[in-house]
Nanobody, 115 residues
Framework: QVQLVESGGGLVQPGGSLRLSCAASGLVFSSSAMAWYRQAPGKQREWVASITSASITSYPDSVQGRFTISRDNAKKTVYLQMNSLKPEDTAVYYC?????????WGQGTQFTVSS
């Protein structure tokens, strides 16, 4: 079955950087579109970044220029590099795969921006 395992969460100071990873298994990774979402306490889950199988990326305005999504098909892993972090970036971050038309989610990794 498809499994997505996120890692890299933790605590970082405002203005700092962090990289999240999502290791995938049970799918043809190179053919899958991947994305990152986040959910802050009391808020709805929101889209953070996407990358297609052709490595075309897209971002919402809230993270454009600060976050970078990338993929390593050989390692079946997608990354989210986050720079210039703000307290409002604090959330649980989820990895999502679209494979054969179906969405699959990871369990999430907590990430806090605080001084």
């Amino acid at each position: 079955q498809v499994q997505l395992v996120e890692s890299g969460g933790g605590l970082v100071q405002p203005g700092g950087s962090l990289r999240l990873s999502c290791a995938a298994s049970g799918l043809v990774f190179s053919s899958s579109a991947m994305a990152w979402y986040r959910q802050a306490p009391g808020k709805q889950r929101e889209w953070v970044a996407s990358i297609t199988s052709a490595s075309i990326t897209s971002y919402p305005d809230s993270v454009q220029g600060r976050f970078t999504i990338s993929r390593d098909n050989a390692k079946k892993t997608v990354y989210l590099q986050m720079n210039s972090l703000k307290p409002e970036d604090t959330a649980v971050y989820y990895c999502k795969a679209i494979y054969q038309g179906f969405p699959y989610w990871g369990q999430g990794t907590q990430f806090t921006v605080s001084s």
